[in-house]
Structures are given as structure tokens and as C-alpha cells.
């Protein structure tokens, strides 16, 4: 009975750790993905105010209340002043996401300080109890974990053309989210790496001229819509597998006359492939109708390829990379030929 108990209870602990590190992740994931969402919201409202007040100088020339000369002065002054509000308001945003990015990486320092590279709980049973510890901190592990968060541009890309002429290139982003495995190749040396995981990437595509994505059976075309559009977007959520090699320029140091290879220390970059499915797809689309504001969802394949495969590279000082993507394979199963997803932002190792 009693070691019934003693089991029990360990079961128990180990089950509140393991759901502790999930509920942070999901909270962390949760809280970026909702900032980054800020920045897109406030890029959208003010070029949508924007655009309300060009229309209104447009109309005040069109009946020639104010001059050409005029006319062009005051739209001058109301893009550099939306300009400037963005700037100003998704500078805060930003201020909030690197914070946010900071403090993980603060609690990820403070756990290397008091746990080893697992973070592994150390259980031993006698006559007095159950006796808990932290296992002691191993040097020169070759694998490690960690998370990574990456967000960004996205585009389509047609015989090394980037399509920015058919989707808007600032609103067009991606984000990702994931789980990455580090492995030091050799034993004697902190140079290359392997590194290799589990991401979810969200891409999302936004078309110009109040067009949108329609499917018919096999086909996907973009066609104007009958009102006009605030916003068409084409979302795209796909799971992956990212493999890729990582030259890590981090100088070892010694410890207890030991060699220890430290990462992530210095200037690194890495090159590689992924390849994964495409989840699900699903077309946003905002636009007023009889004065109301209309916010309509559909989801579907849109003849979206299911298989992704791609390569991607990065180049960074420290935990902060530049990253890039690129699908092999085209968007689209039957139309918009040749046309390939590329993506490339800032990576965060967390």
C-alpha cells in the first residue's frame, strides 16, 4: 500500500510539470501571436483612415474647391503624417513583443542556472519518503531543446520575381511557432550543428485592386469583388518538419579543466530544408454592406497543395536571426503556375 501511494504521488508531480510547460508555452504563443495581430490591426486602420482622407482632398479638387498644386501638398502631409502614427503606435507594439521575447529567454537563462539541459526531475524512495531534486547541470551535452518564434513577410515568387505587384507586401505576413532539437555534430568541436524539429506556420496572402480567391471544383482564381473589399486574406496554417545545418561560431571556455562547448554566443547561420502538410486553408474577407461592417469566413483546400517542401536560411548574432523561406513546390495545385511561397522576417531562439 504504502509504495502504491509513493508512486502515485510521483506519477502526480511529474503530471503538474509536464502541464505546467505546456500551459507556458501556450500562453507565450498565445500573448506573440496576439501582439503580432496588433501590428497588422493598426498598419489596417490607419491606411483605411488613410484613405478616407484622400478621398475627401480628391473630391475637394474634383469640384474644384482647391487647387492641383493644393491638392497634392495635402496628400503629401497626410501620408508622411499616417506614416508617422504607424511608426509611433506599432513602435509600442514592438517594444511589448521584444519584452515578451526577453523574458522567455531570461526564464530559459534562470532554468540552465538550476536545472540540467532537460530540466529532468531526480526521484529517490527510502524509509523517510519520497526525496525530489533537480539533476545536476551535465557539460557538454550534444543535444539540446528549444523553442522558436519567427515572424515576418510573405509573398508569392514567379521566376525569381516577387509578386508584390498582385499582393500587398506589408500586409501579406507570416508567423511561426515551434519545437527545434540542437545537436553538436562533434564531440571535440562546437562548430556545426544539426538542427531539427516540429513548426506551425501561419502564411497569409492579400491581394490588391478588391480581389479575392475564389475555387471552383479544381481552380483557383482571383477576381473583383462586387463591393469594395477592406480586406481580402488568404490564411494558410501547415505543420513541418525543418532540417537544417548550423555553424555556430560561440567560443568554448573551460570548466573544472573541462572544455566546454557553449551555442548561441556569437555570430551563427544555418541553411537546410523542411517539408510538411498544409493543415487547412481559409479566406477572410471585411467589407461594408448597407453600412455595416462585414466580417465573412470560408474555409476549404482552395486547391492549396497539401504537400510543402522547401529551403530556408537564417544568419544571426546570439539568440536573433534574419530568416528566410522558400516552398519547392508551387501554392497552388492547378493555377498560378510556377508560383512559390517565400517568406523572411526575424527568428527568435528562445
Known amino acids: 500500500m504504502k509504495n502504491y501511494i509513493l508512486k502515485i504521488t510521483v506519477l502526480a508531480l511529474l503530471f503538474v510539470n509536464i502541464s505546467y510547460a505546456q500551459n507556458d508555452k501556450q500562453s507565450f504563443e ?87 539541459n532537460d530540466g529532468n526531475f531526480v526521484f529517490s524512495i527510502n524509509e523517510k519518503g519520497v526525496k525530489i531534486r533537480r539533476a ?39 508567423f511561426e ?15 556545426l550543428y544539426v538542427n531539427y524539429g516540429l513548426s506551425f506556420r501561419y502564411n497569409r496572402l492579400v491581394p490588391k485592386n478588391n480581389q479575392y480567391f475564389v475555387a471552383s471544383n479544381t481552380n483557383t482564381s482571383l477576381q473583383p469583388f462586387a463591393t469594395d473589399l477592406r480586406k481580402a486574406t488568404l490564411k494558410n496554417v501547415q505543420l513541418v518538419v525543418p532540417v537544417f545545418f548550423e555553424f555556430d561560431f560561440s567560443k568554448s571556455k573551460i570548466e573544472d579543466d573541462i572544455t566546454v562547448y557553449r551555442r548561441n554566443r556569437a555570430f551563427r547561420f544555418g541553411f537546410g530544408g523542411y517539408a510538411g502538410v498544409n493543415m487547412k486553408s481559409k479566406q477572410i474577407l471585411k ?19 497539401s504537400l510543402i517542401y522547401g529551403l530556408q536560411a537564417q544568419v544571426g548574432y546570439k539568440n536573433t536571426s534574419f530568416y528566410a523561406k522558400y516552398d519547392m513546390n508551387d501554392l497552388f495545385k492547378n493555377d498560378f503556375s510556377g508560383q512559390k511561397n517565400i517568406s523572411f522576417g526575424v527568428k527568435f531562439d528562445l
Request: no cysteine.
Open 287 to 305: 467589407y461594408k454592406l448597407d453600412g455595416k461592417r462585414i466580417r465573412e469566413k470560408s474555409k476549404g483546400d482552395y486547391n492549396v497543395n
Open 136 to 174: 545536476k547541470e551535465k557539460k557538454n551535452k550534444r543535444t539540446y531543446s528549444y523553442d522558436i518564434l519567427a515572424f515576418g513577410y510573405n509573398n508569392l515568387m514567379l521566376d525569381g520575381a516577387l509578386q508584390d505587384d498582385i499582393f500587398k507586401f506589408g500586409k501579406s505576413g507570416f
Open 30 to 116: 498565445t500573448k506573440a501571436k496576439l501582439l503580432s495581430e496588433q501590428i497588422d490591426a493598426i498598419v489596417a486602420k490607419e491606411k483605411a483612415a488613410l484613405k478616407v482622407t484622400i478621398q475627401n482632398i480628391e473630391d475637394q479638387y474634383n469640384n474644384d474647391e482647391i487647387s492641383y498644386e493644393d491638392a497634392k501638398a495635402q496628400k503629401d502631409e497626410a501620408t508622411a503624417a499616417s506614416a508617422k502614427k504607424i511608426k509611433v503606435k506599432v513602435a509600442a507594439v514592438e517594444s511589448k513583443l521584444h519584452d515578451l521575447v526577453q523574458h522567455r529567454l531570461d526564464e530559459n537563462i534562470a532554468k540552465q542556472d538550476s536545472l540540467d
Open 177 to 191: 511557432y515551434g519545437l527545434n532539437y540542437k545537436t553538436r555534430l562533434f564531440k571535440n568541436s562546437g562548430l
